[in-house]
C-alpha cells in the first residue's frame, strides 16, 4: 500500500509560484509512474502533468504547458510540481496520484494510489 502526502499549496497572487511536493511512501516509489491532478469547485478532476517512472519522459496538459513542469527525486520518494505563471483559472486543490500499471498517464483510472490533496489558489 502506497500513501501520498502532499504539500506545497497556498494563496498566491496572479503572476507568482508554487511548488508542489508529494511524498511517497510504503511502496518502491521508482515502480510508479506519477501524476497530478486538479479538481476546481463544480468542475471535474482533470490530468495537469505525469512522469514516468524513471523520469525520461514528462507530460502535460496543454492549459498548463510552458508554465508547469514535473520532476522526481527517486532517491527522496517524492515528485513536484513546480508551477510558474500562475493564473486564478489554476485555482484548484491538486492531487498526486501513482500508477504501477502505466498506458495512458493522463486518465484517472489509470492510477492505483493517491494523495489527499492540496489547496493551490490564485488570487487576481
Known amino acids: 500500500q502506497v500513501q501520498l502526502i502532499e504539500s506545497g499549496g497556498g494563496l498566491v497572487q496572479a503572476g507568482g509560484s508554487l511548488r508542489l511536493s508529494c511524498a511517497a511512501s510504503?511502496?518502491?516509489?521508482?515502480?510508479?509512474?506519477m501524476g497530478w491532478f486538479r479538481q476546481a469547485p463544480g468542475k471535474e478532476r482533470e490530468f495537469v502533468s505525469a512522469?514516468?517512472?524513471?523520469?525520461?519522459?514528462?507530460y502535460y496538459a496543454d492549459s498548463v504547458k510552458g508554465r508547469f513542469t514535473i520532476s522526481r527525486d527517486n532517491a527522496k520518494n517524492t515528485v513536484y510540481l513546480q508551477m510558474n505563471s500562475l493564473k486564478p483559472e489554476d485555482t484548484a486543490v491538486y492531487y498526486c496520484?501513482?500508477?504501477?500499471?502505466?498506458?495512458?498517464?493522463?486518465?484517472?483510472?489509470?492510477?492505483?494510489?493517491w494523495g489527499q490533496g492540496t489547496q493551490v489558489t490564485v488570487s487576481s
Open positions: 512522469i514516468t517512472r524513471s523520469g525520461a519522459a514528462t
Open positions: 496520484a501513482a500508477s504501477q500499471r502505466g498506458g495512458d498517464y493522463a486518465l484517472g483510472h489509470r492510477y492505483d494510489y
Open positions: 510504503g511502496g518502491t516509489f521508482s515502480r510508479y509512474g
